[in-house]
Nanobody, 122 residues
């Protein structure tokens, strides 16, 4: 069983930055991929970014346009999502997720964190 705990959400003005963290436990992650998803009120959950733990391959949602960066800290079993140039439409609950397999382009995930709220004011 993989446990995921997110942190780092909060309130920020448009144009600002936040860094989300996700601490992972319960499994050796070499063959896993980690992802970030988000869900805004009244909207479906959408993919934000993913990274392969072993290879470091990354993938991003089309709307990211270079504003977000996903990274991993192997020593601390932590995944980060650096978010810059935030917009009000980025307001959502952000979820960390994990799945077995290194293909970051397959977006079906098995384990989920509890989420962290990100609110961007205009």
């Amino acid at each position: 069983q993989v446990q995921l705990v997110e942190s780092g959400g909060g309130l920020v003005q448009a144009g600002g930055s936040l860094r989300l963290s996700c601490v992972v436990s319960g499994r050796t992650l070499n063959k896993y991929s980690m992802g970030w998803f988000r869900q805004a009120p009244g909207r479906e959950r959408e993919f934000v970014a993913a990274i392969s733990w072993m290879y470091g391959t990354t993938d991003y949602g089309n709307y990211v346009n270079g504003r977000f960066t996903i990274s991993k800290d192997i020593a601390n079993d932590t995944v980060y999502l650096q978010m810059n140039s935030l917009k009000p439409e980025d307001t959502a609950i952000y979820y960390c997720a994990a799945k077995f397999g290194s293909n970051v382009f397959m977006r079906r995930y098995d384990y989920w964190g509890q989420g962290t709220q990100v609110t961007v004011s205009s």
